[in-house]
Structure formats: structure tokens, C-alpha cells
């Protein structure tokens, strides 16, 4: 059982490069979570998905857009990539919300901007 | 605007001792509360929780209590264990929402 896997696992992008980091789970989850861990800073949400065809800003959308076109695949893209968006990014994903909140993330992509 | 927040960026305990970590939430509208652990390289794993509902929740060696007057909440984690060291993060979810917000996380290091 794969569970929600992010690619690539680490990448180093020059400033003003576009690219997408992907993320897919196979649990038939309905919503699904892009957040940045910045060092001191916790977990920032930045853009969510409550199904197919469905998006959301979250707390720091700026610089990035999403897409949810099936219900397995929300990938993440920076289109003009700056320095400040080196960060971890975690895709996560759970079957409802139903505040529950018990969301099941991925391990994450170390992306560092030069 | 920090909503979550975890004043101590870092906490070492003795194994076997109790490890308290704290967090305080400044969102009345927050009604469901979450910890998660995290080690390093890895995602974020889920812990424990409470509704607004209550005060206490156990779980095993873990529990987490709700003082909804204070806008606090804590884990308390006894005995403490060596595998206990990793990141811990506080999360609150606000009413009719579909979202999670989190603290700045407080790293545990329980040393023999």
C-alpha cells in the first residue's frame, strides 16, 4: 500500500524556473493538501483540493497553482520559482474531513531555489 | 499571524520522565485539536486529538488535555522513551472547515 507518494524527493531550481512537484495517493481519498515546512515556521498550508475539479488557497498560495483533474493526482506548481520558496513540501491526503483531521503525508520534497 | 503556536522550539527529557508539550491557539473558532510526530525525511504521522468537547484524551503512553478557557493545549507523553525523540506538531481545525492549521513544532530529545 503506497499511500500518498510526492516526486521528486529533492530538487535545486534556478531562480525564474517552473516546475512541478507531484503528488499521488491510492487510498481513493477525496481531499487532498499542499503545505511548506520552512525552518521555525511550522507547517503552512498552501493550497487544498475537497475533490476532483475542486481547489482552494490555503494560508501562502502566492507563487503556486494547482490542479485536481482525478481524484488520485494534486500536483503543485511554481511557475516563477524565488528564493523563498525553498522549503520541504508535503502533500497530504484523508477520505473526508469530518474534523477529523487525521491526514496521511507523504515524506516530502526538499526543494532548494538559487 | 501566528494562530497555533509552540513557545518551546525544543525540550530534552530523561527517559522515563514525563514530557510535556505545550500550545497555545489564539482562533476561538478552533473546535477539534490535533498532535502529529514527525522524524526526519519523513511526513508528518498523526497522534492523538480532541474535540472541543472535552477536556482529556488518552492514548496509551499518550495524553493530551484541553483548556478551552486558556486557549492551551498539551501532550503529556509518560513514560517518555527513547523513540519518542522527533518533531511534535500542534494542529486546530476551525468550525466548517475543511483545513488544518499548525503550530511551529517543538523538537523532543529523550536521552537514556
Redesign the interface.
Known amino acids: 500500500n503506497a499511500g500518498?507518494t510526492q516526486t521528486p524527493k529533492f530538487r535545486i531550481l534556478k531562480i525564474g524556473q517552473s516546475m512541478t512537484l507531484q503528488c499521488t495517493q491510492d487510498m481513493n481519498h477525496n481531499?487532498m493538501?499542499w503545505?511548506r515546512q520552512d525552518p521555525?515556521?511550522?507547517?503552512?498550508?498552501i493550497y487544498?483540493s475537497?475533490g476532483a475539479g475542486i481547489t482552494d488557497k490555503?494560508?501562502v498560495p502566492n507563487g503556486y497553482n494547482v490542479s485536481r483533474s482525478t481524484t488520485e493526482d494534486f500536483p503543485l506548481r511554481l511557475e516563477l520559482a524565488a528564493p523563498s520558496q525553498t522549503s520541504v513540501y508535503?502533500c497530504?491526503s484523508i477520505p473526508s474531513?469530518a474534523?477529523?483531521?487525521?491526514?496521511f503525508?507523504?515524506?516530502?520534497s526538499r526543494l532548494t531555489v538559487l | 499571524d501566528q494562530q497555533v503556536k509552540q513557545n518551546s522550539p525544543s525540550l530534552s527529557v530523561q527517559e522515563g520522565r514525563i514530557s510535556i508539550l505545550n500550545c497555545d491557539y489564539t482562533n476561538s473558532m478552533f473546535d477539534y485539536f490535533l498532535w502529529y510526530k514527525k522524524y526526519p525525511a519523513e511526513g508528518p504521522t498523526f497522534l492523538i486529538s480532541i474535540s472541543s468537547i472535552k477536556d482529556k484524551n488518552e492514548d496509551g503512553r499518550f495524553t493530551v488535555f484541553l483548556n478551552k478557557s486558556a486557549k492551551h493545549l498539551s501532550l503529556h507523553i509518560v513514560p517518555s522513551q527513547p523513540g519518542d525523540s522527533a518533531v511534535y506538531f500542534c494542529a486546530a481545525s476551525p468550525s466548517n472547515t475543511d483545513k488544518l492549521i499548525f503550530g511551529t513544532g517543538t523538537r523532543l530529545q529523550v536521552f537514556p
Open positions: 500518498v481531499y493538501y503545505y521555525g515556521m511550522g507547517l503552512k498550508l487544498y475537497v490555503g494560508e508535503f497530504a474531513f474534523n477529523t483531521g487525521e491526514l503525508f507523504g515524506e516530502g
